[in-house]
């Protein structure tokens, strides 16, 4: 199995989605069934690989490589290091749990399942290429599902269904509503966002374009080309500006953000999840699997206009979250405030900030997830998400009102969290480098306490009104699971992050050192073979180090 790891995680989504097609809408259980077996056979074989990937080791594992066209340079050439590793398995566990968030969904549950199947699979295909063509081929393949997944099975906005012209019509979309972002149609949001990203894709796919041009070597792998080819002046500054913004739209960085909460609104309950929880990480991905590596001292040179950026995603984010009214919105302009975190780790281009930047990616898929998953179940009761008309569904949803606790808990970064580990090696790694930007990630933090615990008062204390009487809580296996796996995974995390942390590290390490020639805390120069005049990390990165280390 070891040997078939990747390519079975990445091809029983594909299976299932082919398998699906053959069987009809009226055979519910069967359909539900091959869905939910073809996302656990990828679970599963995500599980192994996370704990059978030797972070002693390092470097690219459970290689596979099928030639596709030896005259272009084309392969699929598939592998995992540290930082791809604990991404495919927070898609694995998404895909999982958002089968069973779906459960419920009765209009057509057969073409529902094979677009989340293949949405689920194109992420998992982009963690894992080491070929510039297939992971570019991968990401563009994501956004397909997403304009189904929104223009069929999502909804319109509460703003959207009152507004009216002068004769009682609904009004349509236009161009004249672009920045009326809570007051959309799915037709509308499912448009933006592939205008959006398929606009910026093709800016990223002419970087791409460049490299393969211009380094000389007929070939888009990943590896080759990070060890053989050399770009300096004007020309390597366009590619690695057309990579960083063509990824960025995605990931998504202010002011390429608009897209991203619009599409939440709209989308069904498990389309948001994957959505944040691993679509959004697709940018910061590819900025690192191919910026970082192909470009380091270009690298090195323009990531201050991450730095610059993430101060407004962090803040603008977190005050829209704060304003908004429907549920979606605030967990969307959330997701967007929290992935200035994400960057700021990957600006300050330390050991420590890189690290917890790659950890919050996927701490953060587990507590998005989480909301999303209930804001879902609390629409399906209520049938609407205007946070102002709700309150008191404590006393209907025990269950989902604690647990949504607990997620609010993990994504303001609790201590007992995974993600309080992110955020303080984060911190802690860009204080040297960005202070000011520190400080206002520490206030974005406050601040997404602020807007969270609003929701969760707003959600479920108070009174309630009659009309949401009917409503009832998770009560059953199926309801449950999805929330209890990402909980727990949340926790155990928190509480036990040595593997994670180690693993992390292992592919973090020689892509720092790659970039800033230093050499790494856990190495010592005279242990390095041939090392010439190391710089040694200050004794405050130590001690920073040693704090947030796990034992």
Not at 98 to 125: C, M, N, P, Q
């Amino acid at each position: 199995m070891a040997e078939y790891t990747l390519l079975i995680i990445l091809f029983a989504p594909f299976v299932g989605a082919l398998a699906l097609i053959f069987v009809s809408n009226r055979q519910l259980s069967l359909v539900r069934g091959i869905a939910a077996g073809s996302a656990f056979v990828s679970l599963i074989a995500s599980v192994y690989l996370f704990y059978a990937y030797d972070p002693l080791k390092g470097g690219y594992q459970f290689i596979q490589r099928i030639e596709w066209s030896r005259q272009l340079g084309i392969s699929l050439h598939l592998g995992v290091d540290g930082i791809g590793t604990p991404l495919v398995l927070a898609s694995g566990i998404l895909l999982f749990a958002g089968i069973f968030v779906s459960w419920h969904i009765k209009d057509r549950v057969k073409e529902f399942y094979i677009w989340i199947l293949i949405l689920a699979a194109a992420t998992i295909g982009v963690f894992m290429s080491l070929d510039l063509f297939f992971l570019y081929f991968f990401y563009e393949m994501s956004v397909i599902p997403m304009y189904l997944l929104l223009g069929m099975w999502g909804s319109h906005t509460k703003k959207y269904l009152e507004m009216t012209d002068a004769e009682g019509l609904k009004q349509r979309d236009s161009v004249g509503f672009i920045f009326n972002f809570g007051a959309n149609s799915k037709e509308y949001a499912a448009m933006k966002l592939v205008l959006f990203l398929s606009a910026f894709a093709v800016a990223a796919l002419m970087g791409i374009l460049l490299i393969y041009k211009f380094s000389g070597l007929n070939t888009f792998d990943i590896l080759v080309l990070r060890e053989q080819a050399h770009f300096s002046g004007p020309l390597a500054t366009l590619i690695w500006l057309l990579i960083f913004f063509g990824f960025a739209s995605i990931a998504p960085i202010w002011p390429l953000h608009s897209w991203s909460p619009v599409g939440h609104a709209a989308a069904p309950a498990a389309t948001s999840m994957l959505h944040a929880g691993v679509l959004m990480k697709l940018g910061h991905f590819s900025i690192i699997r191919v910026a970082f590596e192909i470009l380091p001292e270009t690298t090195r040179e323009l990531m201050p206009i991450a730095a610059v950026l993430c101060i407004f995603s962090i803040i603008y984010g977190g005050l829209v979250a704060y304003y908004a009214k429907d549920t979606k919105y605030v967990i969307g302009y959330s997701s967007s405030s929290h992935m200035g975190y994400v960057f700021l780790g990957m600006a300050a281009l330390d050991y420590i900030s890189l690290s917890g930047a790659v950890i919050y990616m996927f701490a953060h898929a587990m507590a998005t997830g989480m909301l999303f998953a209930m804001a879902g179940w609390v629409y399906d009761q209520t049938h609407t998400r205007d946070i102002p008309s709700l309150g008191g569904l404590s006393n209907r949803m025990p269950f989902i009102s604690a647990a949504f606790v607990i997620g609010c808990m993990a994504s303001i970064g609790m201590p007992g969290t995974v993600n309080f580990i992110a955020e303080v090696m984060i911190i802690v790694g860009s204080w040297n480098k960005y202070p000011f930007q520190v400080v206002v990630a520490v206030l974005g933090i406050v601040l997404t306490m602020a807007y969270l615990f609003k929701m969760m008062r707003g959600l479920f204390y108070g009174s309630m009104a009659e009309k949401y009487s009917h409503s009832h809580d998770a009560v059953t296996v199926v309801d449950r699971m999805p929330l209890l796996i990402m909980i727990t995974v949340s926790i155990s995390f928190g509480i036990f992050p040595g593997h994670l942390y180690s693993v992390v590290r292992s592919g973090v390490d020689p892509l720092i050192a790659r970039i800033t020639k230093v050499v790494p805390v856990a190495e010592h120069p005279m242990n390095l073979p041939h090392a010439t005049s190391p710089t040694i990390p200050t004794s405050a990165s130590r001690e920073a180090l040693a704090k947030v280390t796990p034992r």
